[in-house]
């Protein structure tokens, strides 16, 4: 394999530890689930009350699921609005099941 190859795959990987990571939460795995149900944006108030944790939190927990680009999140004003990232979450556990979707 060429040098090129490994540092492309060793980048996938670590993208894909990024999201494993992220999902290893309880926490996150219902911030997931309940973003997963929605079918336009929630606020981060919203979200934080659904899931029983505080704002804060919910702030540690955002940073985590933004940087494994699991969350789509905007700011307007005071307010955070949050959707899923479909297409990343299908990627990473496509990719480890061997059913990635494909570009077509």
């Given amino acids: 394999m ?8 060793a980048s996938s990987v670590e993208e894909r530890a990024l999201v ?3 999902i ?5 795995v219902r911030i997931i689930e309940l973003l997963r149900a929605q079918s336009e944006e929630i606020t981060g108030t919203e979200i ?4 029983g944790v505080s704002l804060a939190l919910l702030c540690h927990h955002s940073s985590v699921l933004v940087e494994a ?3 789509n999140k905007r700011k307007e004003g005071q307010t955070s609005y949050w959707t899923l ?3 990343a979450l299908a990627s ?3 990719s480890l099941a061997g059913t ?5």
């Fill in 2 to 9: 060429s040098n090129r190859l490994n540092e492309t795959t």
């Fill in 20 to 22: 494993f990571k992220a």
């Fill in 24 to 28: 290893g939460d309880p926490t996150r």
């Fill in 48 to 51: 934080a009350e659904h899931v």
């Fill in 69 to 71: 680009g699991l969350v």
């Fill in 85 to 87: 990232n479909r297409e």
């Fill in 92 to 94: 990473a556990l496509g």
């Fill in 100 to 104: 990635e979707p494909s570009d077509g």
